[in-house]
Nanobody, 124 residues
Framework: VQLVESGGGLVQPGDSLTLSCQGF????????LGWFRQAPGEEREGVSS????????YYADSVKGRFTIPKDTARNTIYMQMNMLKPENTAVYYC??????????????????WGKGTLVTVSS
C-alpha cells in the first residue's frame, strides 16, 4: 500500500488550497481514508476522513464548514479542499488508510498506512 500526497504550499490567510492523496495497492478491507496534520511541536491530529464504501464523512470541529473531503473512487484518490485558511492551519498534512471508520473520532492509532506528508504554510 502506498499513499502519495500532493498540493501543499505557501498561501496567505483567507486563501484556499486543495490537497490530493492517491492510494496504490489499497485492499478492500481498508475502509477509511483520512487526513491528519502535525504542526511543529504538537501531536498529530485527525482532520477529516471518508469511508471508501459509502458517503460518510467525519470532520474535526476546528475545520467544519471550511474543509471538505471529496473522493474519486475510480482513481483511489481523496482530496482536502481547504477554505478560509488560518495561520494556525500551518502543518504537515498526512494522508492515511485504515480499516475502521467512525462518525465521531479520527485517531492516528486507528490508521495502518501513511503517506509522507505535504507541508501547508499559511502566512502573510
Amino acid at each position: 500500500v502506498q499513499l502519495v500526497e500532493s498540493g501543499g504550499g505557501l498561501v496567505q490567510p483567507g486563501d484556499s488550497l486543495t490537497l490530493s492523496c492517491q492510494g496504490f495497492g489499497l485492499t478492500n478491507d481498508l475502509y477509511v481514508l483520512g487526513w491528519f496534520r502535525q504542526a511543529p511541536g504538537e501531536e498529530r491530529e485527525g482532520v477529516s476522513s471518508i469511508s471508501r464504501v459509502e458517503d460518510a464523512t467525519y470532520y474535526a470541529d476546528s475545520v467544519k464548514g471550511r474543509f471538505t473531503i471529496p473522493k474519486d473512487t475510480a482513481r483511489n484518490t481523496i482530496y482536502m479542499q481547504m477554505n478560509m485558511l488560518k495561520p494556525e492551519n500551518t502543518a504537515v498534512y498526512y494522508c492515511a488508510a485504515g480499516r475502521y471508520y467512525s462518525d465521531y473520532v479520527l485517531l492516528p492509532g486507528g490508521m495502518e498506512y501513511w503517506g509522507k506528508g505535504t507541508l501547508v504554510t499559511v502566512s502573510s
